[in-house]
């Protein structure tokens, strides 16, 4: 299927590695330019390095830290007009009320809730003035599925599908998109840190956080490519009349009830 996304212009936040590579990855594969933005100036320069190598397609890179809303009109300005925004930046503790304390709290806040929003503010305001652009939310679908144990994940992402559902709502009055995706369990570095956390909440040791894949449906836990593909159609003209709603890719998980 032809996506119809060549020759759009795509911003990723956390995009040197996981579910933001692999989104880059796609969009190049797709013949977009992409913006990337990261701390790890390493790992972007090698993202550029292997998609310029394949694509033919323009890679700018965003060194720095997201965890403001200084930073973040900052990113917005350096990369200028952009089609499609991908909030993907964040890294919520695990944990449950007790194990997380308040400047880890707001440190993960500050990094995706408040980053997401400050981000899209920034965009909305240019795509809505000319009247395109979509803005695709990586938020994660402990927002639907409650966790007592990643309480603050839980919180944020609940916040951000709302936040999501009623900008998407008006959205499309002005041309503009904005959708959320909820991943379950993806196979990253970050799914690792908050299963060993769970490990250790449920079997008093972190090294038994591969038993865990046990409970999940498959038996396996989503790549980060499944998750890119998704994100792909729904920032394409393909998907271009789905606003103000989130997808959920998880296995089933939710719709279980499920806790992982």
């Known amino acids: 299927m032809d996506l119809r996304l060549r020759g759009k212009t795509v911003l990723i936040t956390g995009a040197s590695k996981g579910i933001g590579l692999a989104c880059a990855r796609g969009f190049a594969a797709q013949g ?5 933005a990261a701390r790890s100036g390493a790992l972007l320069e090698a993202a550029r390095a292997e998609i310029t190598a394949t694509h033919d397609v323009r890679v700018t890179l965003h060194v720095g830290s997201l965890s403001d809303d200084t930073a973040m009109r900052a990113l917005a300005e ?3 007009e952009v089609d499609i925004l991908v909030n993907n930046a964040g890294d919520i503790p695990a944990g449950d009320l007790e194990a997380v304390d308040d400047a880890a709290w707001r440190r993960g806040w500050d990094l995706k809730v408040f980053g997401y929003i400050s981000l899209t503010r920034a965009y909305w305001a240019r795509m809505k003035a000319r009247g395109h652009g979509v803005i695709i939310n990586d938020i994660g679908n402990s927002g639907e599925n409650f966790d007592a144990r990643y309480i603050a994940g839980s919180s944020g992402n609940a916040s951000l599908m709302a936040f999501t559902k009623a900008l998407g ?3 499309l009055d002005h041309g503009v998109r904005v959708v959320g995706i909820n991943p379950g369990p993806v196979a990253t570095e970050r799914m690792v840190k908050i299963m ?3 490990a250790l909440d449920w079997h008093g040791d972190e090294s038994r956080w591969e038993e865990l894949f046990d409970k999940y449906p498959g038996k396996r836990p989503a790549t980060a490519e499944e998750v890119a593909d998704l994100t792909l159609f729904l920032a394409s003209p393909r998907a271009g009349y789905i606003t103000g709603t ?6 089933g998980i939710a719709a279980r ?3 992982i």
């Open 32 to 36: 977009c330019d992409l913006h990337l």
């Open 78 to 80: 350096a990369a200028g």
């Open 169 to 171: 709502a008006v959205s």
């Open 196 to 198: 060993k956390r769970r």
């Open 246 to 251: 989130i997808v959920t890719i998880d296995g």
């Open 257 to 259: 009830g499920s806790i």
